[in-house]
């Protein structure tokens, strides 16, 4: 996951008195061990096998702890300046982002994919996230159930899935991205939080994915990052957002420098550049997944409570 910038707390002798329910010792879930700690009074960040995975404020569900959250609520509400939306998240976890839109557009009706059966049903326990039909938790493999969509089903799209530190091959190949823009509508936006360590997983690949199944216009595909990572003096997180009808390029690198830690923004000839030639990733041979718009027969599992 993306760094963070914010003031560590006092620890668990400030905790709200709200929290009283939650766990004090490492939880096993279907896939992971979850672990929660406290980074302030309010603030709470779920760890996945040690790793940093989600990150709630209590007290505020329309703050955003994460820095990569932070860039992509900027291009999003550039992209999409308000009203309820309709949103599919690939990676659920905390589901911190979609508890943020839930907040900042009521109305809108989310569904996060979720690997992990367990973790989806605690973090239902653990915390006020919204109920169905504003959020459903479904329980499944974010490739299969992106290619179980039907065609123009959603507004938004966010990936952030992640296996440790990688995203799995299947979601970050051409025929990945071609599947998320066929379930998005025609002014959809696919919002990807991607992972640069080069050799095993080059942002690179993922751009060239995106622009040929979104267009490689100025505007049609971005990215946001550090200088660091854009002049590849480290690894890191990067932000990708691709839209076939363009986006607000001006806007949202003004957004972008109103944040704690400002992001620099590529597009057009900068992306190009940065791509240098890479070729996007393609699905292994073999694999045969369904056609857009093709829905599973047995009823997608979510996540209690329904209500």
Same mark, same amino acid.
């Given at each position: 996951?993306?760094?963070? /910038? ?8 400030? +905790? ?6 939650? &766990? ?81 557009? &009521? ?31 479904? =329980?499944?493999?974010? /490739? ?50 991607? #992972?640069?360590?080069?050799?095993? =997983? ?5 751009? #060239? ?48 420098? +109103? ?27 073999? +694999?045969?997944?369904?056609? &857009? ?5 047995? &009823? ?8």
């Amino acid at each position: 996951m993306a760094g963070r /910038r914010r003031e560590r707390g006092t620890g668990s002798s400030a +905790r709200t008195s709200s929290s009283s329910h939650l &766990p004090t010792t490492p939880v096993p879930t279907s896939l992971a061990t979850a672990e929660l700690r406290w980074d302030g009074p309010d603030e709470v960040t779920l760890l996945l096998d040690g790793a940093e995975s989600s990150a709630l404020d209590l007290r505020d569900p329309a703050r955003l702890v994460f820095e990569y959250m932070q860039q992509m609520r900027v291009i999003l509400d550039a992209t999409m300046p308000s009203g309820a939306l309709r949103v599919m998240h690939l990676g659920g976890a905390a589901c911190a982002f979609p508890r943020a839109i839930d907040a900042a557009r &009521p109305g809108s009706s989310q569904v996060a994919v979720e690997l992990d059966g367990q973790l989806a049903g605690l973090v239902r326990e653990w915390f006020d996230l919204p109920r169905s039909p504003r959020l459903r938790i479904r =329980v499944g493999d974010a /490739r299969e159930v992106l290619q179980g969509q039907r065609i123009g089903a959603w507004q938004v799209m966010v990936r952030d899935v992640f296996a440790g530190t990688q995203v799995p091959r299947p979601a970050r190949t051409l025929q990945a991205a071609q599947a998320a823009r066929a379930a998005l509508g025609a002014e959809g936006l696919y919002l990807v939080n991607a #992972a640069h360590r080069p050799p095993a =997983v080059d942002v690179r690949a993922e751009i #060239a994915a995106l622009q040929q199944a979104f267009g490689a216009e100025p505007g049609q595909v971005l990215a946001v990052t550090d200088p660091g990572i854009r002049r590849g003096r480290r690894h890191g997180n990067v932000v990708l957002a691709a839209a076939s009808t363009g986006l607000p390029v001006a806007e949202i690198e003004r957004g972008l420098r +109103r944040l704690p830690l400002p992001a620099g923004l590529m597009t057009g000839h900068d992306l190009d550049r940065f791509r240098a030639g890479a070729a996007s990733t393609q699905d292994r041979p073999g +694999r045969a997944p369904a056609t &857009p718009g093709e829905r599973a027969e047995t &009823p997608a599992a979510v996540a209690p409570p329904a209500s």
